[in-house]
């Protein structure tokens, strides 16, 4: 089985109808230079609608009627290529399938057991190393500030946030409901959590941060942007990493209406890809594991299952119903 881009979903949620279910695939020729791959693991990002819709530029384009892409791991059934073998696993773009050819250069070989496959999805993958990368290179938390993070208990938010903890900061996160802000405080070790679905978060975080926000670490955008801008503390970091708000908005978001604000505090915005800092990739997955392994940072899968639910596996990420790092489960490794 294999999905299909069915239909650019731009400003407008997405629907089943944006997927085309194949269910016999022609297989492929593995060819001189080629990998073949059962799909074990795959992850579930905001990012990919941006891709069906080629917004941003940034990631390869996309053609209506192309296999859906999806970052993820798998493991190689045979190989003509130098450096992959038979029951390898391998991460990269893998796409909704249960098997396919891939060239070499989309995937790498990970050293993983079974076990810790879906860590390399999240605190381990691209989720990790975005709050990683993020924080410590545009955030530069400093201990004791008062650090704000939207989307907090999403996938990459409840990582960033828990780096800012490592780093000495007092760390806020906003996310919509009780079980998801008890996650933040009681198992992240969040310092408070704000409910942005039970009055208002402004009012909310004057409370919290009497003397404003040294660091936001934004994944939202929108109207709750416009309220954060107006807590900044003097010489105020903010980060742009994601943009929920805009998913669902025809044509290009409109900006912040209360960005002055920032001249005034003499604050900075800032923003990245995180493929900008691949050469430090190795390093950063290194500390990442060390945090990991002693107990400072706790990663959360919430898994759900089948490659034939795919389609509404992402489009519950859009609706905010996962706590953690979304992950659609395929097969098992042999």
């Known amino acids: 089985m294999l999905w299909?881009?069915?239909?650019?979903?731009?400003?407008?949620?997405?629907?089943?109808?944006d997927f085309t279910r194949i269910d016999d695939p022609a297989p492929e020729p593995l060819g001189a230079n080629g990998v073949r791959v059962r799909?074990?693991?795959?992850?579930?990002?905001?990012?990919?609608?941006?891709?069906?819709?080629?917004?941003?530029?940034?990631?390869?384009?996309?053609?209506?009627?192309?296999?859906?892409?999806?970052f993820g791991i798998a493991q190689v059934i045979e190989s003509s290529a130098p450096g992959f073998a038979a029951g390898d696993f391998v991460e990269g773009s893998i796409?909704?399938?249960?098997?396919?050819?891939?060239?070499?250069?989309?995937?790498?070989?990970?050293?993983?057991?079974?076990?810790?496959?879906?860590?390399?999805?999240?605190?381990?993958?691209?989720?990790?190393?975005?709050?990683?990368?993020?924080?410590?290179?545009?955030?530069?938390?400093?201990?004791?500030?008062?650090?704000?993070?939207?989307?907090?208990?999403?996938?990459?938010?409840?990582?960033?946030?828990?780096i800012a903890k490592i780093g000495g900061c007092r760390v806020i996160g906003i996310a919509g409901g009780p079980d998801k802000c008890r996650w933040l405080t009681d198992e992240l070790g969040f310092d408070a959590a704000i409910d942005y679905r039970e009055g208002d978060v402004g009012r909310q975080l004057k409370d919290l941060a009497p003397g404003g926000i040294d660091l936001l670490w934004d994944n939202v955008g929108g109207e709750m942007l416009d309220k954060l801008l107006a807590r900044m503390a003097m010489h105020a970091r903010?980060?742009?990493?994601?943009?929920i708000a805009r998913y669902e908005q025809p044509g290009r978001p409109a900006g912040p209406s209360n960005y002055f604000n920032i001249v005034f505090k003499r604050a900075t915005m800032g923003s990245f890809i995180?493929?900008?800092?691949?050469?430090?990739?190795?390093?950063?997955?290194?500390?990442?594991?060390?945090?990991?392994?002693d107990g400072r940072l706790i990663h959360r899968e919430d898994m759900a299952e089948g490659l034939e639910n795919a389609p509404e596996t992402l489009m519950r990420l859009y609706r905010g119903d996962n706590v953690g790092k979304l992950v659609l489960k395929v097969a098992d490794p042999v």
């Open 238 to 243: 903010v980060v742009i990493c994601g943009g």
């Open 39 to 70: 799909t074990l693991l795959l992850s579930c990002d905001p990012a990919q609608k941006g891709w069906m819709e080629n917004a941003g530029g940034y990631a390869a384009p996309t053609e209506v009627g192309d296999v859906m892409p999806a």
């Open 95 to 162: 796409g909704w399938r249960h098997e396919g050819v891939l060239a070499p250069h989309l995937i790498e070989r990970i050293d993983a057991s079974p076990t810790t496959l879906p860590l390399h999805l999240g605190a381990l993958g691209g989720t990790g190393l975005t709050a990683y990368f993020g924080m410590l290179k545009v955030g530069r938390p400093f201990p004791g500030d008062t650090v704000v993070v939207t989307g907090a208990a999403g996938a990459v938010g409840s990582v960033a946030g828990q």
């Open 274 to 293: 995180t493929s900008d800092y691949e050469a430090e990739y190795a390093a950063a997955r290194a500390r990442l594991a060390a945090w990991v392994k």
């Open 4 to 17: 299909r881009i069915a239909a650019r979903p731009t400003g407008r949620k997405l629907t089943a109808e």
